[in-house]
């Protein structure tokens, strides 16, 4: 952290830097996991974000990608298996003005934890969930999860899987998420400003990220492969606003690679948090009631 004055008198906005968001615990994921690319994307988002550390809480459930939290010096929280988007919701009503993340795999998103994000998404409390989707169980050694396209080979489908996957993005929009986006380690510039507008974003913010498993996934989902399948959207001239398109283009979930804002709410609607806290301003007795 750096803090400058312009004059000797009035001290500048504090400025963070990496160093202060990158915690002092060493990454134990594969040499190569998407992972790692999407915790640096993840740093320098917090850093253009200017908060710090402990204004902002982490929470994850269990996974390889649910470690992230402890690799930040953000308040980490890596809860159970599924059950990060309650508690994540539960700290964000107990403290409003903490910058709330929520990070897991597809497993622990669509699968154990799947029932708790419509509600999360209706609720719209001002909280980013990033799911790291790689498409595959990667902690418990590459069993099939609910985004494992189908046809492919796993311990817990060998000879092929015979189940459609779940779409995330078409999941989150179909339910009313004000802001959908996906993005690829790939990309890192691309994900770091995804996350950044994510966080921003004044409402349940879904960030997918196709994030590789070196060890368990498939070599068309590799780093190398996503920089030539990916087609950002700014670039297909898609407008954010439009949440028909967005669900339209949501559909080449699995076919095409597709990064950037499938949709942004317009018009944000008023949170989940900001009603309780104007409804705790209305019950205040006023100086003659008391
Ligand atoms: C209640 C419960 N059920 C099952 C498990 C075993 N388990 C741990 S992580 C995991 C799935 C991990 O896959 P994913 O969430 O996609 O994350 P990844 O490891 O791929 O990042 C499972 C089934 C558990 N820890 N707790
Ligand atoms: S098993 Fe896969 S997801 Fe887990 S750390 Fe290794 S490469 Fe990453």
């Not at 070196?214 to 780093?223: A, C, M, S, V, Y």
């Amino acid at each position: 952290m750096s803090t400058t004055t312009d004059c000797g008198c009035q001290p500048t906005p504090a400025t963070y830097t990496v160093k202060d968001f990158r915690s002092n615990l060493k990454p134990i994921w594969c040499p190569g996991c998407g992972d790692y690319g999407v915790v640096t994307a993840l740093y320098r988002a917090l850093v253009n974000i200017g908060r710090p550390p402990h204004e902002i809480a982490f929470i994850s459930g269990i996974g390889c990608s649910s470690r992230i939290p402890g690799y930040t010096t953000a308040y980490g929280f890596n809860t159970v298996h599924g059950r990060a988007l309650p508690i994540a919701q539960g700290i964000k009503m107990a403290n409003p003005d903490l910058t709330v993340l929520v990070a897991g795999g597809d497993g622990d998103g669509f699968s154990i934890g799947g029932g708790h994000v419509p509600h999360a998404i209706r609720r719209n409390l001002d909280l980013t969930y990033i799911v790291m989707d790689n498409h595959i169980y990667g902690l418990t050694k590459g069993q099939l999860s609910p985004t494992t396209p189908r046809g492919s080979k796993t311990p817990t489908s060998s000879y092929g899987s015979i189940e459609e996957p779940v779409n995330p993005l078409l999941y989150v929009l179909a339910y009313g998420a004000g802001f959908v986006a996906q993005g690829v380690p790939a990309d890192m510039e691309g994900l770091a400003n995804l996350i950044e507008e994510a966080i921003r974003y004044p409402g349940f913010a879904f960030v997918n990220i196709q994030s590789p498993c070196i060890t368990f996934g498939e070599p068309d989902d590799q780093l190398k492969a996503q920089k030539t399948r990916m087609r950002k959207l700014a670039a297909e001239g898609h407008d954010p606003s439009n949440r028909l398109r967005a669900m339209e283009l949501a559909q080449a979930y699995g076919t095409e690679l597709y990064t950037g804002v499938f949709y942004r709410n317009p018009n944000p609607p008023i949170t989940y948090d900001q009603h309780i806290r104007d409804r705790q301003a209305e019950l205040q007795p006023t100086a003659a009631e008391e």
